[in-house]
């Protein structure tokens, strides 16, 4: 799926752990979401849409029955977004709970990957 926003720069936010207080896979299938949203999610992508086009990023997409599971969970729980897609499209911003950033500096960013601590779900 291809996002073309000519008039508001597209931000992609990760579905589980962003949007959603993911626990940690639980053998219930990439179609069946049992967590509930972030506190404040809601609002928050209804404030970012006035200056964005906001995209949900998931690798659930790829899978059978998972876009529209995320699609099912954004309704049920009122959150509008203007895409969801297993693609990470050209965004001038992601936003995902996994993630080392990087400045431009492969040294720093190595340090940061050698310290890296993968966030645990049973913390």
């Given at each position: 799926m291809i996002f073309n926003s000519k008039t508001k720069p597209i931000i992609c936010?990760?579905?589980?752990?962003?949007v959603n207080n993911y626990k940690g896979w639980r053998d219930e299938g990439f179609n069946v979401i049992l967590d509930?949203?972030?506190?404040?999610?809601q609002?928050?992508?209804k404030k970012l849409r006035e200056k964005y086009t906001v995209v949900i990023h998931s690798v659930r997409c790829s899978h059978h029955g998972g876009r529209q599971s995320i699609v099912e969970y954004l309704e049920k729980y009122g959150?509008?977004?203007d895409g969801v897609t297993a693609n990470k499209p050209l965004a001038s911003m992601y936003v995902d709970d996994k993630a080392i950033p990087f400045d431009g500096n492969w040294d720093r960013a190595l340090r940061r990957i050698k310290r890296f601590k993968q966030w645990s779900y049973e913390d």
């Open positions: 936010l990760d579905f589980d752990g962003v509930t949203p972030v506190q404040g999610t609002e928050a992508i959150i509008t977004v």
